[in-house]
Structure formats: structure tokens, C-alpha cells
């Protein structure tokens, strides 16, 4: 998907003249399958669109134990500058799980736009309180929920992503083992036999 097709026809959607003079301030990138976007502890002051592709947002701890806390299947926009980053230094690493056409603009350029502009203004406060329900339904989800309950959560939230991302990151993101997700899905089965 090209990025003029995206803006229009999001939920926040822009008209077209507004779409087309707002997607020729982006550039848009390939990136390879196994890149990584931005990277954690490392400045990026860029906002992110992916539009063909998929990526996650993880964190590693100091003892290199990664945690997935987003998916992005494309078309879609990464999580605002604002909420991944702290003082311009990114809190997470964007990898990059298949080939990924990203469209990419610097944050300052956004905010010049958005301050000129009040459809483009609407639409990133929009794609901002999305990203923030987001995750307050994600750490209501591990806080309130067992197992079980959350993988219903998950399928409910992303009914797709079961199938395009690997099982392990969708552990990780439920705040479960890979062992106890095949078992959760196991009993499924099972008792869809039964």
C-alpha cells in the first residue's frame, strides 16, 4: 500500500488534497527482513508508518532477555515517537519480521505540520489516544486476566496475528512462557474435539 492510499482511507482518514501534500513530507524505506527500525538505548527521532510488512516493538533487559510489547502489520503506524521514547532516545527495538516498506518522518517536521494543519493535527492526536488505549487495555489484560483469558484477549484484539507472528512473541507480549501458550492452545483443541 502507498502511503497517499493509507491516509485516506484510515480511521482518521485525511481528504485528498490534505493526504497528498502530508505523504510527500515522508520517506518511505525497504527495509530487509531481520533490520531493526529503531533500536533501544539509541536516538531515534523519526515517526513510523509500516505500510507493506510486519515488525514488533521489544525490550531487552540488561541480562538480554527480550519482551515483545507491540505488532505491526502493515498498513499501520508504530507507536508515536512521544510514547516509545524518552528524551530522544529509543525505549524499544522495531525488528523487522519480514521485508517492511516503512514510510518515516522526522518528529519535529510532524509537530511543524501538525501545528499548520489541523486535519493532520486531528490525525496524529488520533493514531496518539489509539496507541494509548492500546496499551492500557494491554496492562489491564496481564494485571486482571489468567492464561487462558488472555490469549482470548489477544485473538480478540489482533484476530490475525495468531497467524503472522511467531508463537514465542506472542508469549512474551501475554507475559507467558512459549510452553504454556502451546498448552493453552493445546486444551483449546482438545476440548473443540471433545
Known sequence: ???????????????????RE?????????????RRIASQGEPDLLEHIILDGRATSQITDPEGRAVCVGFHS????????VARTRNGISRVSLHVNTDALVAQIDRNALTELMLVSEPIRDWANGILQQELALKADREWCLAALGGADRLTWFRRHFPRHEGLFG??????????TP?????????ERDTALD
Do not use: Q
Request: aromatic content about 12%.
Open 1 to 19: 500500500m502507498d502511503l497517499f492510499t493509507f491516509l485516506i482511507g484510515s480511521p482518521n482518514a485525511l481528504d485528498k488534497e490534505i493526504a
Open 22 to 34: 502530508f505523504a510527500s513530507a515522508w520517506r518511505v524505506e525497504l527495509f530487509e527482513k531481520g
Open 74 to 81: 502493515g498498513p499501520c503506524v508504530v507507536a508515536p515517537n
Open 167 to 176: 508463537h514465542y512473541l506472542i508469549a512474551s507480549f501475554l507475559g507467558v
Open 179 to 187: 510452553v504454556t501458550l502451546s498448552r493453552l492452545r493445546s486444551a
